[in-house]
C-alpha cells in the first residue's frame, strides 16, 4: 500500500545496532525470568509497545524508548562513534563504484562520509 511518503530501509549498521541492543536486553531479561508482560508492567506502558521495542528488524524506534527498556531491565546504554579503518572504508567504496540502485548509492555515500568522520 502506497502511503505517499518514500520508504527508507534501514542500513545494514542499524540493524547491527538494533539487533545487538535487543540480544542484550532479550538476554538480561532471560537471566532475570522477567517476562514480556512483566516488563511492560514494570515500564507502565503495553505488551505490543515492548514488542515491537524488542523487535531487532525495527529501527524506527527512538534511543529514549531503547534506553527506557535497557533501564528498566537494569542495563545502560553507551554509544561511541569511532571512525571507519581504511579497509573498511576501501570496501564500502568499491560497493559505490559498483552499485546500480539509488537507494544503495545513497546508503552507502552516507555510510562512507559517517565512516570517515566517525559519526561527528
Do not use: C
Not at 23 to 30: A, F, G, L, T, V
Request: hydrophobic share 40%; net charge positive; glycine share 8%.
Amino acid at each position: 500500500m502506497w502511503t505517499g511518503m518514500p520508504r527508507r530501509s534501514a542500513s545494514r549498521d542499524d540493524l547491527e545496532i538494533k539487533r545487538s541492543l535487543t540480544n542484550s536486553i532479550r538476554r538480561k531479561m532471560s537471566e532475570d525470568g522477567l517476562s514480556i508482560t512483566a516488563l511492560a508492567n514494570r515500564m507502565g506502558t503495553g505488551r505490543t509497545a515492548v514488542r515491537r521495542i524488542l523487535d531487532a528488524t525495527n529501527t524506527s524506534i527512538t534511543f529514549r524508548s531503547m534506553s527506557r527498556v535497557a533501564a528498566a531491565v537494569g542495563l545502560r546504554i553507551k554509544l561511541t562513534a569511532e571512525p571507519a579503518s581504511p579497509a573498511e572504508l576501501g570496501r564500502l567504496a568499491q560497493r559505490l563504484a559498483k552499485s546500480r540502485s539509488r537507494d544503495e548509492v545513497i546508503d552507502l555515500k552516507t555510510r562512507i562520509t559517517h565512516g570517515f568522520y566517525g559519526g561527528a
